[in-house]
């Protein structure tokens, strides 16, 4: 997955927003005000790309212990978090399904009004 279907793929979502809140290096994907795609733009342009998404613990357990390419999510809580590296062999299928994962684990988590607010928006 390239960069740009990475950032196109997370904006296309449903009441998304995309956010610098740590530095100019770290882009940040938000629904409902809170994170659910990270990644480094620096690590993009030295082709280390990687990004980090929300994960049910015992999903992203198994994903590690069948993935070379996905770890503990780096600087973010082990237990909830994944880093993905991009560079390996992961389709562009299998990311889009991770990125997903992490935004409806989000949604799932706001209240029930910003969950409506976020249905009734038009993409």
Known sequence: MNLETFYE???SKKGVS????????TLVFKVGGKMFAL???SQWEKNEQSVNLKCDPDRAQELRGEYDE???????????????DLTGNLPDKFIKDLIDHSYEL????????IQNEIAELKN
Do not use: A, Q, R
């Open 9 to 11: 793929y997370c904006l």
């Open 18 to 25: 995309e956010h610098f809140p740590f530095d100019e290096d």
């Open 39 to 41: 990644s480094s733009l």
């Open 70 to 84: 996905i770890k503990p999510g780096y600087h973010m809580s082990k237990v909830h978090w994944n880093t993905i």
């Open 106 to 113: 989000v949604l799932k988590s706001l209240t029930k009004k």
